[in-house]
């Protein structure tokens, strides 16, 4: 029933997979990554990426529902056999219902992590009476960002970690050249990186702005102003928030992004 696929596949291009992409956008990356484990059923109904040693996604067509969704779970669970699943992601309903099967079977307990929000923003509003301009970061705003890093690292995943440790991941995503940073009067004062590209849409993550500079607008502006980039290129910017921060949902959805999709992230726990 289940066969695997690889990047390109023309699962990824069908109208159901289509219609649901926005919250899936990162299956296309991770498809593509090379290592992946990646999985679909013969009809294109059901798709499984998973990056080892990261949480696997699980994608099923808002056809199939009921008991005949049950049975796909159950034979994906089976399909798996002895890869490794440290989590998985998705659709709330569908990811708990595969996390109890999963569980069941390979005598292992789970609980739920962090519900995402996924948004997309096709007409992006720039706030007004923002001071400063959006820049591409360059070699000379090293610094800066790794400093940025440490701040998002605190506020995003509460780990307390260097300015050293954070140089090189700040030199590589310089050199990628999807970093931008918003400046006033010289000085970086937020940052918002454009974290991967697929055929229809471009996300944007590492979203920062230190405490010295909050309430001010500059994320805000940022933000819009890289939705703006990303639709010149003739993609449609996404990113995810966390569900439970309704300031960041708020700030979102005032510069332009509508909710499209909700992702529940499910850790399972091995003794």
């Given at each position: 029933m289940?066969?695997?696929?690889?990047?390109?596949?023309?699962?990824?291009?069908?109208?159901?997979f289509i219609q649901d992409e926005v919250p899936y956008t990162l299956i296309h990356s991770i498809v593509g990554g090379g290592d992946a484990v990646s999985y679909k059923?013969?009809?294109g109904q059901v798709v499984y990426?998973?990056?080892?040693g990261y949480r696997g996604?699980?994608?099923?067509?808002?056809?199939?529902?009921?008991?005949?969704r049950e049975e796909r779970l159950r034979t994906l669970c089976a399909a798996l056999g002895d890869v490794k699943v440290p989590g998985?992601?998705?659709?709330p309903d569908i990811v708990l219902a595969m996390a109890s099967l999963y569980a069941a079977a390979h005598g292992v307990a789970y609980h739920p992590r962090m519900e995402l929000q996924a948004y997309q923003c096709r007409v992006p509003k720039?706030?007004?009476?923002?001071?400063?301009?959006?820049?591409?970061?360059?070699?000379?705003?090293?610094?800066?960002?790794a400093r940025f890093l440490v701040e998002f690292t605190l506020d995003a995943y509460g780990n307390t970690v260097d300015l050293a440790s954070q140089m090189q991941d700040a030199d590589r995503l310089i050199r990628s050249g999807n970093l931008y940073l918003w400046k006033v009067n010289g000085e970086s004062v937020s940052m918002a990186n454009i974290a991967g590209?697929?055929?229809?849409?471009?996300?944007?993550?590492?979203?920062?702005?230190?405490?010295?500079?909050?309430?001010?607008?500059?994320?805000s502006a940022l933000v819009a102003e890289v939705c703006r980039i990303i639709l010149a290129e003739g993609l449609t910017p996404i990113l995810y928030a966390d569900g439970a921060n309704p300031n960041s949902n708020r700030v979102y959805q005032q510069i332009g992004f509508e909710a499209s999709g909700k992702i529940q992230e499910i850790d399972f726990i091995r003794e």
């Open positions: 289940y066969e695997t696929f690889g990047p390109g596949d023309e699962v990824l291009q069908s109208i159901a059923s013969r009809d990426a998973q990056t080892p996604w699980v994608w099923i067509s808002k056809h199939m529902q009921g008991m005949e998985l992601a998705g659709d720039l706030p007004e009476g923002v001071m400063g301009v959006c820049q591409a970061a360059t070699a000379r705003d090293v610094l800066d960002v590209r697929t055929p229809r849409h471009a996300r944007i993550n590492a979203v920062c702005t230190p405490r010295a500079y909050r309430k001010q607008g500059y994320a």
